[in-house]
Protein backbone atom coordinates (compact mmCIF):
# COMPACT_ATOMS: atom_id res chain seq x y z
CA UNK A 1 0.00 0.00 0.00
CA UNK A 2 1.39 3.64 -0.95
CA UNK A 3 2.25 5.30 2.20
CA UNK A 4 0.06 8.63 2.95
CA UNK A 5 0.34 11.43 5.18
CA UNK A 6 -1.17 14.17 6.13
CA UNK A 7 -0.53 16.95 8.65
CA UNK A 8 -3.30 18.97 10.32
CA UNK A 9 -2.47 22.68 11.67
CA UNK A 10 -4.29 23.26 14.60
CA UNK A 11 -7.43 20.41 14.65
CA UNK A 12 -10.33 21.11 16.81
CA UNK A 13 -13.09 19.52 18.08
CA UNK A 14 -16.01 21.92 17.98
CA UNK A 15 -18.29 19.86 20.55
CA UNK A 16 -16.53 17.43 23.50
CA UNK A 17 -17.53 16.23 26.93
CA UNK A 18 -14.65 15.61 29.19
CA UNK A 19 -16.78 15.45 31.96
CA UNK A 20 -15.50 16.08 35.32
CA UNK A 21 -13.45 14.14 38.40
CA UNK A 22 -11.57 10.73 37.33
CA UNK A 23 -13.66 10.74 34.17
CA UNK A 24 -11.78 13.93 33.28
CA UNK A 25 -8.49 13.33 34.08
CA UNK A 26 -8.86 9.72 32.11
CA UNK A 27 -10.30 11.37 28.84
CA UNK A 28 -8.60 14.87 28.98
CA UNK A 29 -5.33 13.62 27.70
CA UNK A 30 -7.24 11.36 25.19
CA UNK A 31 -8.35 14.79 23.12
CA UNK A 32 -5.05 16.33 23.64
CA UNK A 33 -3.85 16.15 20.09
CA UNK A 34 -6.63 18.20 19.25
CA UNK A 35 -5.39 22.16 19.56
CA UNK A 36 -8.35 23.10 21.52
CA UNK A 37 -12.14 22.00 21.66
CA UNK A 38 -15.42 23.48 22.30
CA UNK A 39 -16.58 21.91 26.13
CA UNK A 40 -20.22 20.87 27.32
CA UNK A 41 -21.46 22.21 30.17
CA UNK A 42 -23.59 19.75 31.13
CA UNK A 43 -22.04 18.22 34.41
CA UNK A 44 -24.30 17.75 37.61
CA UNK A 45 -24.85 20.31 38.01
CA UNK A 46 -24.28 22.06 34.88
CA UNK A 47 -21.78 25.16 34.52
CA UNK A 48 -24.79 27.88 34.71
CA UNK A 49 -22.19 30.41 36.07
CA UNK A 50 -18.70 32.11 35.55
CA UNK A 51 -17.31 30.87 38.73
CA UNK A 52 -18.36 27.48 37.80
CA UNK A 53 -17.01 27.77 34.16
CA UNK A 54 -13.62 29.30 35.72
CA UNK A 55 -13.11 26.65 37.77
CA UNK A 56 -14.30 23.82 35.57
CA UNK A 57 -11.38 25.01 32.80
CA UNK A 58 -8.78 24.94 36.05
CA UNK A 59 -9.86 21.18 36.48
CA UNK A 60 -9.57 20.78 32.79
CA UNK A 61 -6.11 22.23 32.39
CA UNK A 62 -4.60 20.42 35.16
CA UNK A 63 -6.50 16.56 33.25
CA UNK A 64 -4.48 17.95 30.45
CA UNK A 65 -1.24 17.91 32.27
CA UNK A 66 0.78 21.06 30.16
CA UNK A 67 -0.98 19.78 26.93
CA UNK A 68 -1.45 22.41 24.17
CA UNK A 69 -5.03 22.36 24.21
CA UNK A 70 -7.52 25.59 24.69
CA UNK A 71 -10.51 24.56 26.35
CA UNK A 72 -13.33 27.19 24.35
CA UNK A 73 -15.59 26.71 27.37
CA UNK A 74 -19.88 27.01 26.98
CA UNK A 75 -22.33 27.91 29.46
CA UNK A 76 -25.57 25.56 29.93
CA UNK A 77 -28.12 28.17 28.87
CA UNK A 78 -30.33 29.90 31.12
CA UNK A 79 -32.42 33.25 30.79
CA UNK A 80 -30.19 35.48 31.82
CA UNK A 81 -29.98 39.58 31.41
CA UNK A 82 -27.48 42.01 29.75
CA UNK A 83 -24.79 42.23 32.92
CA UNK A 84 -24.72 38.65 33.53
CA UNK A 85 -24.20 37.93 29.90
CA UNK A 86 -21.33 40.72 29.77
CA UNK A 87 -19.83 38.95 32.67
CA UNK A 88 -19.82 35.91 31.18
CA UNK A 89 -18.12 37.07 28.09
CA UNK A 90 -15.31 38.83 29.71
CA UNK A 91 -14.78 35.60 31.61
CA UNK A 92 -11.59 34.17 29.96
CA UNK A 93 -11.82 31.09 28.09
CA UNK A 94 -16.01 31.60 27.55
CA UNK A 95 -16.99 30.66 24.21
CA UNK A 96 -20.58 30.70 24.06
CA UNK A 97 -23.64 29.03 25.11
CA UNK A 98 -25.49 25.41 24.96
CA UNK A 99 -28.71 25.48 25.33
CA UNK A 100 -30.60 22.32 25.66
CA UNK A 101 -34.21 21.60 25.39
CA UNK A 102 -35.54 20.76 28.57
CA UNK A 103 -34.57 16.34 29.35
CA UNK A 104 -33.79 15.59 25.94
CA UNK A 105 -30.38 14.22 26.51
CA UNK A 106 -27.68 13.63 29.78
CA UNK A 107 -28.01 15.94 32.27
CA UNK A 108 -30.43 18.36 30.74
CA UNK A 109 -33.51 18.42 33.15
CA UNK A 110 -32.59 22.18 33.82
CA UNK A 111 -33.13 23.14 29.99
CA UNK A 112 -35.48 25.50 28.12
CA UNK A 113 -39.11 24.26 28.01
CA UNK A 114 -40.13 27.28 25.95
CA UNK A 115 -38.41 29.35 23.87
CA UNK A 116 -40.06 32.35 24.25
CA UNK A 117 -39.30 32.63 27.78
CA UNK A 118 -35.33 32.62 25.47
CA UNK A 119 -36.94 35.84 23.84
CA UNK A 120 -34.60 38.44 25.61
CA UNK A 121 -31.65 36.96 26.50
CA UNK A 122 -31.41 35.65 22.83
CA UNK A 123 -31.76 39.27 21.53
CA UNK A 124 -28.72 40.07 23.66
CA UNK A 125 -26.78 37.45 22.64
CA UNK A 126 -27.09 38.56 19.50
CA UNK A 127 -26.16 42.21 19.89
CA UNK A 128 -23.08 40.94 22.39
CA UNK A 129 -21.52 39.04 19.29
CA UNK A 130 -22.34 36.13 21.92
CA UNK A 131 -22.77 32.13 19.71
CA UNK A 132 -25.47 30.34 20.53
CA UNK A 133 -25.53 26.47 20.31
CA UNK A 134 -28.47 24.43 20.02
CA UNK A 135 -28.84 20.60 21.14
CA UNK A 136 -31.78 20.77 18.39
CA UNK A 137 -34.51 17.72 18.97
CA UNK A 138 -38.09 18.28 20.03
CA UNK A 139 -39.55 15.25 22.06
CA UNK A 140 -41.58 13.70 19.29
CA UNK A 141 -40.51 10.39 18.09
CA UNK A 142 -37.28 9.63 18.44
CA UNK A 143 -36.53 9.35 14.44
CA UNK A 144 -37.96 12.35 13.88
CA UNK A 145 -36.75 14.44 16.77
CA UNK A 146 -34.30 16.52 14.91
CA UNK A 147 -36.77 17.17 11.69
CA UNK A 148 -39.22 18.47 13.99
CA UNK A 149 -37.08 20.81 15.48
CA UNK A 150 -35.87 22.31 12.34
CA UNK A 151 -39.17 24.80 12.89
CA UNK A 152 -37.47 26.00 16.02
CA UNK A 153 -34.32 26.80 13.54
CA UNK A 154 -36.37 28.46 11.23
CA UNK A 155 -37.60 30.97 13.96
CA UNK A 156 -34.25 31.18 15.77
CA UNK A 157 -32.31 32.08 12.36
CA UNK A 158 -35.13 34.48 11.25
CA UNK A 159 -35.56 36.41 14.63
CA UNK A 160 -31.73 36.26 15.59
CA UNK A 161 -30.36 37.08 12.01
CA UNK A 162 -27.26 38.44 13.63
CA UNK A 163 -27.14 35.54 16.09
CA UNK A 164 -24.03 33.01 15.75
CA UNK A 165 -26.21 30.08 15.18
CA UNK A 166 -25.07 26.57 15.30
CA UNK A 167 -27.35 23.37 14.59
CA UNK A 168 -25.00 21.08 16.77
CA UNK A 169 -24.20 16.80 15.89
CA UNK A 170 -26.84 17.11 13.17
CA UNK A 171 -27.66 13.73 11.79
CA UNK A 172 -30.15 14.12 8.74
CA UNK A 173 -30.35 15.26 5.25
CA UNK A 174 -33.00 17.94 5.74
CA UNK A 175 -30.76 19.45 8.66
CA UNK A 176 -28.25 19.75 5.73
CA UNK A 177 -30.56 21.67 3.31
CA UNK A 178 -31.38 24.43 6.13
CA UNK A 179 -27.62 24.90 6.28
CA UNK A 180 -27.90 26.03 2.87
CA UNK A 181 -31.45 28.33 3.50
CA UNK A 182 -30.08 29.95 6.18
CA UNK A 183 -26.49 31.92 5.32
CA UNK A 184 -26.64 32.77 9.46
CA UNK A 185 -26.49 28.98 10.84
CA UNK A 186 -23.70 27.20 10.73
CA UNK A 187 -23.54 22.87 12.04
CA UNK A 188 -21.04 20.53 13.86
CA UNK A 189 -21.61 16.95 13.02
CA UNK A 190 -19.80 13.79 14.54
CA UNK A 191 -17.81 11.14 13.70
CA UNK A 192 -20.22 8.73 13.95
CA UNK A 193 -22.99 10.09 11.50
CA UNK A 194 -20.47 10.06 9.31
CA UNK A 195 -20.52 6.12 9.29
CA UNK A 196 -23.13 4.70 11.31
CA UNK A 197 -26.83 4.05 10.76
CA UNK A 198 -29.64 3.29 12.96
CA UNK A 199 -28.79 -0.58 11.45
CA UNK A 200 -25.29 -0.44 13.21
CA UNK A 201 -27.24 0.54 16.67
CA UNK A 202 -29.87 -1.46 16.68
CA UNK A 203 -30.13 -3.45 13.30
CA UNK A 204 -28.53 -6.70 14.58
CA UNK A 205 -27.62 -7.65 18.00
CA UNK A 206 -27.88 -4.00 19.90
CA UNK A 207 -24.59 -1.81 20.40
CA UNK A 208 -25.22 -0.03 23.28
CA UNK A 209 -21.17 1.72 22.55
CA UNK A 210 -23.07 3.24 19.27
CA UNK A 211 -26.21 4.54 20.98
CA UNK A 212 -26.32 8.36 21.39
CA UNK A 213 -28.52 11.14 21.06
CA UNK A 214 -29.52 12.08 18.83
CA UNK A 215 -30.12 8.26 17.46
CA UNK A 216 -28.21 7.47 14.34
CA UNK A 217 -30.69 8.13 10.87
CA UNK A 218 -30.89 6.65 7.61
CA UNK A 219 -28.60 5.64 4.54
CA UNK A 220 -29.43 8.84 2.61
CA UNK A 221 -28.98 10.94 5.92
CA UNK A 222 -25.46 9.45 6.59
CA UNK A 223 -24.84 9.70 2.98
CA UNK A 224 -25.82 13.53 3.08
CA UNK A 225 -23.40 14.06 5.89
CA UNK A 226 -20.78 12.36 4.51
CA UNK A 227 -20.53 13.99 1.37
CA UNK A 228 -20.87 17.45 3.00
CA UNK A 229 -18.07 16.66 5.10
CA UNK A 230 -16.35 15.79 2.41
CA UNK A 231 -16.73 19.00 -0.03
CA UNK A 232 -15.45 21.17 2.76
CA UNK A 233 -18.99 22.48 3.56
CA UNK A 234 -17.62 26.09 4.80
CA UNK A 235 -20.40 26.19 7.45
CA UNK A 236 -20.22 22.43 8.65
CA UNK A 237 -17.47 22.25 11.28
CA UNK A 238 -16.28 18.70 13.17
CA UNK A 239 -17.86 18.19 16.44
CA UNK A 240 -16.85 14.77 17.71
CA UNK A 241 -19.71 15.04 20.40
CA UNK A 242 -17.34 12.54 22.11
CA UNK A 243 -19.75 11.76 25.21
CA UNK A 244 -17.55 8.76 27.28
CA UNK A 245 -19.96 7.17 30.03
CA UNK A 246 -18.64 4.43 32.36
CA UNK A 247 -18.91 0.88 31.04
CA UNK A 248 -21.41 -0.32 33.57
CA UNK A 249 -23.72 2.86 32.83
CA UNK A 250 -23.32 1.85 28.98
CA UNK A 251 -23.85 -1.93 29.12
CA UNK A 252 -26.57 -1.70 31.26
CA UNK A 253 -30.23 -1.88 31.37
CA UNK A 254 -31.31 1.61 30.28
CA UNK A 255 -28.26 2.73 28.49
CA UNK A 256 -26.83 5.77 28.97
CA UNK A 257 -26.21 7.75 25.73
CA UNK A 258 -23.03 8.91 23.99
CA UNK A 259 -20.53 7.32 22.08
CA UNK A 260 -16.93 7.84 22.88
CA UNK A 261 -14.70 8.80 20.23
CA UNK A 262 -12.24 11.35 21.45
CA UNK A 263 -9.10 9.11 20.64
CA UNK A 264 -10.10 7.65 17.51
CA UNK A 265 -11.53 11.22 15.84
CA UNK A 266 -8.72 11.94 13.73
CA UNK A 267 -7.31 8.91 12.86
CA UNK A 268 -10.62 7.89 11.73
CA UNK A 269 -11.36 10.84 9.88
CA UNK A 270 -8.49 10.97 8.21
CA UNK A 271 -9.07 7.23 7.07
CA UNK A 272 -12.71 8.50 5.73
CA UNK A 273 -11.29 11.39 3.97
CA UNK A 274 -8.70 9.21 2.48
CA UNK A 275 -10.74 6.61 1.26
CA UNK A 276 -12.99 8.82 -0.54
CA UNK A 277 -9.94 10.87 -1.99
CA UNK A 278 -10.87 14.55 0.22
CA UNK A 279 -7.78 14.64 2.14
CA UNK A 280 -7.39 17.98 0.48
CA UNK A 281 -10.34 19.05 2.55
CA UNK A 282 -9.95 17.59 5.99
CA UNK A 283 -8.50 20.64 7.23
CA UNK A 284 -11.18 22.48 6.66
CA UNK A 285 -13.13 20.21 7.95
CA UNK A 286 -11.64 19.82 11.58
CA UNK A 287 -10.14 23.53 12.00
CA UNK A 288 -10.38 26.14 8.96
CA UNK A 289 -13.96 26.58 8.81
CA UNK A 290 -14.69 27.19 12.50
CA UNK A 291 -11.93 29.43 12.49
CA UNK A 292 -13.25 31.46 10.71
CA UNK A 293 -16.84 31.27 10.90
CA UNK A 294 -15.96 32.59 14.87
CA UNK A 295 -12.77 34.07 14.53
CA UNK A 296 -10.66 31.44 16.28
CA UNK A 297 -7.16 31.51 16.51
CA UNK A 298 -5.82 28.32 17.94
CA UNK A 299 -2.90 27.72 19.66
CA UNK A 300 -0.52 26.71 16.70
CA UNK A 301 0.10 22.57 17.18
CA UNK A 302 0.31 20.43 14.04
CA UNK A 303 -0.47 16.58 14.33
CA UNK A 304 1.14 14.40 11.19
CA UNK A 305 -1.95 11.48 10.57
CA UNK A 306 -0.41 8.16 8.19
CA UNK A 307 -2.08 5.14 7.23
CA UNK A 308 -0.48 2.98 9.33
CA UNK A 309 -3.09 1.18 11.20
CA UNK A 310 -3.70 1.77 14.59
CA UNK A 311 -4.90 -0.44 17.13
CA UNK A 312 -7.94 0.30 19.58
CA UNK A 313 -7.71 -0.58 23.10
CA UNK A 314 -11.28 -2.49 24.16
CA UNK A 315 -11.46 0.02 26.90
CA UNK A 316 -9.27 2.90 28.36
CA UNK A 317 -8.54 2.42 31.93
CA UNK A 318 -7.11 4.46 34.96
CA UNK A 319 -8.29 6.62 37.91
CA UNK A 320 -10.65 3.85 38.86
CA UNK A 321 -12.31 4.73 35.53
CA UNK A 322 -13.09 2.18 32.66
CA UNK A 323 -14.43 3.76 29.40
CA UNK A 324 -15.21 1.42 25.99
CA UNK A 325 -14.38 3.58 22.61
CA UNK A 326 -15.97 3.55 19.32
CA UNK A 327 -13.67 0.66 17.29
CA UNK A 328 -12.83 -1.03 20.56
CA UNK A 329 -10.26 -4.12 20.22
CA UNK A 330 -10.46 -3.10 16.31
CA UNK A 331 -7.62 -1.35 14.43
CA UNK A 332 -8.10 1.66 11.98
CA UNK A 333 -6.39 2.38 8.98
CA UNK A 334 -4.90 5.52 9.75
CA UNK A 335 -3.01 6.49 13.36
CA UNK A 336 -1.25 9.87 14.52
CA UNK A 337 2.46 10.00 14.38
CA UNK A 338 4.24 10.28 17.71
C1 LIG B 1 -24.27 13.48 25.51
C2 LIG B 1 -23.75 13.19 26.90
O1 LIG B 1 -23.62 12.02 27.26
O2 LIG B 1 -23.45 14.13 27.64
N1 LIG B 1 -24.85 12.29 24.98
C3 LIG B 1 -25.05 12.00 23.68
O3 LIG B 1 -25.64 10.98 23.39
N2 LIG B 1 -24.59 12.76 22.72
C4 LIG B 1 -25.21 14.62 25.56
C5 LIG B 1 -25.55 15.18 24.21
O4 LIG B 1 -24.72 15.84 23.57
O5 LIG B 1 -26.67 14.96 23.77
ZN1 LIG C 1 -23.01 16.48 23.14
Redesign the pocket.
Known amino acids: MRAMEITLNSPLDMHL ?1 LRDGDMLKLTAPLSADFAGAVI ?1 P ?1 LVPPVTTPEMMQGYAERIEAALDGAAFTPYMTLFFTALGEKELLAARETPGFFGFKLYPAGI ?3 SEGGVSDMAQADTTLHLMEELGIPLLV ?1 GESHGFVMDREQEFLAVYRHLATRYPKLKLSME ?1 ITTAAALKLLDEFPNICATVTLQHLIITLDDVAGGALRPHLF ?2 PIAKRPEDRDALLQAALSGHPRLFFGS ?1 S ?1 P ?1 PRCRKEACGC ?3 VFTGPVALPKLAEIFATHGALENLQAFVSDNACKWYGLAPVQKQITLRNTPMSVPAAYRSYGQEVVPMYAGESIGWSVVR
Open positions: HMNTTNHHCKDAHAAG
